[in-house]
């Protein structure tokens, strides 16, 4: 496995999780959700598939690189590291962002908190609803990744479509979750939010690596030729 593969995941998840916190936490869009934050992680999902997709896959998900070896698009032995990169990441994104608005000025930044993905709490909705909602979109993003990519689909718009379906999900489960999507993305802000995340992080592991390798499993037989 060529070290340059896990660097890319590294900057792909970063910048991904980078962009998302900077409209979820700063300026007007801070805190609310919406067009602008789900805008910037679709486009910027997009960007870093046509800039390194080439190198690593473009996974930026721990979901989506299981949900990948389910559908026998990745190797087992490289999941694990794709993983750690995706999550190291997210990390050094976030972190970033806590010395930003911690350095603020009153009333420019909403606290890192504000951006974690929750469920059973204000401005969300409860455990098992979160759960369905977190599973099925994994499950439709697996369904496209792998779709996307087959044989058959002209090649080269799997990014843009791709981005699609996240901007759209995000504007759909930021009510219900505040979009988690991507555990990586959940695990780095919930290191620098408060306890409640981080005690709730596992449903946002669970709920979105379940459904993207079922999605998986699915899309490997609906494509099969």
């Given at each position: ?19 998302l916190c900077g409209t979820l936490l700063i300026g ?45 698009r990745f190797e087992t032995r490289l999941a694990v ?145």
């Amino acid at each position: 496995m060529s070290s340059k593969a896990l660097i890319a995941e590294a900057i792909g998840t970063f910048a991904y999780v980078a962009v998302l916190c900077g409209t979820l936490l700063i300026g007007s869009a801070a805190a609310v959700g919406g067009l602008a934050p789900a805008l910037a992680a679709g486009l910027t999902f997009t960007a870093m598939c046509f800039a390194l997709g080439g190198v690593s896959g473009c996974h930026f998900n721990p979901a989506v690189t299981l949900g990948l070896v389910a559908a026998g698009r990745f190797e087992t032995r490289l999941a694990v590291p794709y993983v750690v990169a995706q999550v190291l990441g997210a990390i050094v994104a976030v972190a970033g962002f806590w010395l930003i608005v911690s350095n603020a000025p009153a009333g420019s930044a909403a606290g890192i908190a504000a951006a974690a993905n929750r469920f059973d709490a204000p401005g969300t909705f409860p455990f098992a609803a979160v759960m369905v909602a977190e599973t099925v979109a994994a499950a439709l993003i697996l369904l496209l990744f792998v779709g996307a990519t087959s044989s058959g689909v002209p090649a080269g718009f799997a990014p843009i479509g791709l981005g699609f379906l996240i901007a759209v999900l995000h504007l759909v489960l930021w009510p219900v979750s505040h979009a988690a999507l991507n555990p990586a993305r959940a695990t780095a802000v919930a290191l620098f939010a408060d306890m409640q995340a981080l005690v709730q992080l596992w449903v946002f592991w669970v709920a979105p690596i379940v459904g993207a390798v079922a999605g998986g499993l699915f899309a490997r037989w609906i494509n099969e030729e």
